[in-house]
């Protein structure tokens, strides 16, 4: 947690390529790595995440990898469809309790 | 299983007023949070309470305060409000037994001080 930026700010992709938004955290102790994605208008909502003792983590077309050491964790998209254009932000937490400090975000936005 | 509620979801208030929002959990949810969020400063944790004690606080000004009841909903207030202070206010519950919880958002208040 704590300083956390995200890159890149905005990614435009072709439908059917992939995507990887890049999260790096300042805040050595934290242990909890989620991503959430948030669609015009409406409320955050949470798609991945990941804790600090698992490197990688998938569900169907979406990914999260974990880099303790480098402080750094990143969400892969592939077969980007335009239901995937949103704003996507990283959360890092877990060492205050339930308090996340999250990314400036990444709008993606998927061409078809 | 209903979601998480807010009310208002929106309010037009002038500078100078206070305003009270509040934010309903998940049932058996116990820790609620609550976020700000605007175009220029993104999305920023405000404080989170579990049980109806603050556990965690963020970096806001004493005009921004909030409370929790025994039936763990929660409230949150502004004091004093600026024109800084538009913005849309989101709540979001978990289970608040340790960190890391998944936490779900509510529908959030658009808060428009003028």
């Known amino acids: 947690g704590e300083n956390v930026e995200q890159h890149p700010s905005t990614l435009s992709v072709q439908e059917g390529d992939s995507a990887v938004i890049k999260c790096t955290y300042s805040d050595s102790a934290s242990n909890y790595f989620p991503w959430y994605k948030q669609e015009l208008g409406k409320r955050p909502q949470l798609i991945i995440d990941?804790?600090?003792?698992?490197g990688e983590k998938k569900d169907q077309r979406i990914a999260v990898t974990l880099n303790k050491t480098a402080k750094h964790f990143s969400l892969h998209i592939t077969e980007t469809q335009p239901e995937d254009s949103a704003v996507y932000f990283c959360?890092?937490?877990?060492?205050?309790?339930?308090?996340?400090?999250f990314g400036t975000g990444t709008r993606l936005l998927v061409s078809p | 299983k209903a979601g998480v509620t807010q009310t208002p979801r929106y309010l037009i208030k002038t500078r100078g007023q206070q305003v009270t929002l509040s934010c309903s959990p998940i049932s058996g949810h116990r820790s609620v949070s609550w976020y700000q969020q605007t175009p220029g400063q993104g999305l920023q944790f405000l404080f989170e309470y579990f049980s109806e004690t603050q556990r965690n606080k963020g970096n806001f000004p004493g005009r921004f305060s909030g409370r929790q009841f025994s039936n763990s909903r929660s409230e949150m207030n502004v004091s004093t409000l600026e024109l800084g202070d538009s913005a849309l206010y989101l709540c979001?519950?978990?289970?608040?037994?340790?960190?890391?919880?998944?936490?779900?958002f509510g529908p959030g208040t658009r808060l428009t001080v003028t």
């Open positions: 959360a890092p937490g877990g060492t205050g309790f339930q308090k996340l400090v």
């Open positions: 990941i804790r600090s003792n698992v």
């Open positions: 979001a519950s978990s289970l608040g037994t340790g960190g890391g919880d998944e936490q779900y």
